[in-house]
């Protein structure tokens, strides 16, 4: 009887003790999801006047941009960025008018090695939450760490309401810049240059366009590099990039 009982507190220590090493884990687990807003590895740049003005003119508030811009979303405009030789990526942050605490991000693929499915997709947080009370003008991050070869295609996504206090929340509303991966395969962002700078714009609607909404497509906008000082761009692939 002694030993049965002995035997009965030591199966009662080993479960209490696991049951606190689950518990530290699952802990340490959450806190490592915490993110921060403003993420640390900010560049800060300045987006050029002209530029700007540029961006203001084409981006007018509360036009429809599916009519002003029919251009951007027919199928033969290229709506990723495609590296045509080994390259750094650049995002820089130029502007937000949205309601939303919104997410954006990137994905990578390679189209040599068959179709891409959504399924499939490495879904990577640039910044967490495009607010601009959280960035500033001019805020550049690199997408990824270092160079991607040639051949690679960069995409982008909107979380919708992405930010949650801490952390991102990927169960919401999500637009991609590969459209067959959205609702309906409706395209929720435009993708084009201008001939006299060296960025390339993308920008977001985020109020999904066949709900409504003023279909201005200016809710966050961005420039993107292929270097930091935003001179010529080598290493991308804009011959089916519209530009203006």
Same mark, same amino acid.
């Not at 518990?23 to 687990?29: D, R």
């Not at 201008?194 to 920008?203: G, H, K, R």
């Given at each position: 009887?002694?030993?049965?009982?002995?035997?009965?507190?030591?199966?009662?220590?080993?479960?209490?003790?696991?049951?606190?090493?689950?518990?530290?884990?699952?802990?340490?687990?959450?806190?490592?999801?915490?993110?921060?807003?403003?993420?640390?590895k900010i560049l800060p740049t300045v987006v050029k006047a002209e530029v700007l003005e540029e961006i203001d003119s084409i981006f007018p508030e509360r036009t429809?941009?599916?009519?002003?811009?029919?251009? /951007? +979303?027919?199928?033969?405009?290229?709506?990723? !960025? $495609? @590296?045509?030789? =080994?390259?750094?990526?650049?995002?820089?942050?130029?502007?937000?008018?949205?309601?939303?605490?919104?997410?954006?991000?990137?994905?990578?693929?390679?189209?040599?090695?068959?179709?891409?499915?959504?399924?499939?997709?490495?879904?990577?947080?640039?910044?967490?939450?495009?607010?601009?009370?959280?960035?500033?003008?001019?805020?550049?991050?690199?997408?990824?760490?270092?160079k991607y070869p040639a051949g690679t295609v960069i995409g982008f996504f909107l979380i919708v309401r992405g930010w949650n206090s801490e952390k991102v929340d990927f169960n919401r509303e999500t637009f991609y810049t590969n459209t067959n991966f959205n609702l309906e395969q409706q395209?929720?962002?435009? /993708? +084009?240059?201008?001939?006299?700078?060296?960025? !390339? $714009? @993308?920008?977001? =609607?985020?109020?999904?366009?066949?709900?409504?909404?003023?279909?201005?497509?200016?809710?966050?906008?961005?420039?993107?590099?292929?270097?930091?000082?935003?001179?010529?761009?080598?290493?991308?692939?804009?011959?089916?990039?519209?530009?203006?």
């Open positions: 009887m002694k030993k049965a009982t002995q035997r009965l507190m030591k199966q009662l220590f080993s479960i209490i003790a696991l049951s606190l090493i689950s518990t530290i884990f699952i802990s340490c687990e959450k806190e490592e999801e915490k993110i921060e807003e403003r993420p640390g429809n941009f599916l009519e002003s811009h029919p251009e /951007l +979303f027919d199928v033969s405009a290229e709506k990723n !960025i $495609v @590296l045509k030789k =080994e390259s750094e990526v650049f995002l820089t942050f130029v502007s937000e008018g949205a309601k939303y605490e919104n997410t954006l991000g990137y994905y990578i693929y390679t189209p040599s090695e068959g179709t891409v499915q959504k399924s499939n997709l490495n879904l990577q947080v640039l910044f967490p939450n495009v607010s601009d009370d959280i960035l500033d003008q001019g805020d550049m991050l690199q997408v990824g760490d270092s395209q929720q962002h435009v /993708l +084009f240059t201008f001939q006299e700078f060296n960025e !390339i $714009v @993308l920008a977001f =609607e985020d109020i999904f366009t066949s709900d409504g909404g003023d279909k201005d497509f200016n809710d966050i906008i961005f420039t993107i590099s292929d270097n930091k000082e935003k001179s010529t761009i080598s290493n991308f692939d804009l011959t089916n990039v519209k530009s203006y």
